[in-house]
């Protein structure tokens, strides 16, 4: 299994942006499929983005046009450009990673970020 680990969080005002990272460790990270979630306090923790080996992405329809996944195969790292932060994106954010989409929940998991949304 892959290690991951994920930095960025932090506390940013409303309307703000932060940028999420989740390093990978191994040499296949390439032919993983990455995703991010996030668990608000009180919720279920729900995916928030997806990228596939060949860099397709998808996202929840909450974040749409305000959150943005990418990699790089060559850092073995994803990133997740959050912006236009609003108070109910406070939440842990996990990076995760498995061979496919379908597997991505049971896959490997970093110990998550806190990123909290207040003014």
């Known amino acids: 299994q892959v290690q991951l680990v994920e930095s960025g969080g932090g506390l940013v005002q409303p309307g703000g942006s932060l940028r999420l990272s989740c390093a990978a460790s191994?040499?296949?990270?390439?032919?993983?499929?990455m995703g991010w979630y996030r668990q608000a306090p009180g919720k279920q923790r729900e995916l928030v983005a997806t990228i596939t080996s060949g860099g397709r992405t998808n996202y929840a329809d909450s974040v749409k046009g305000q959150f943005t996944i990418s990699r790089d195969n060559a850092k073995n790292t994803m990133y997740l450009q959050m912006n236009s932060l609003k108070p109910e994106d406070t939440a842990v954010y996990y990076c995760a990673a498995s061979s496919t989409i379908a597997t991505l929940r049971s896959g490997s998991w970093g110990q998550g970020t806190q990123v909290t949304v207040s003014s």
């Open positions: 191994g040499s296949i990270f390439r032919f993983y499929v």
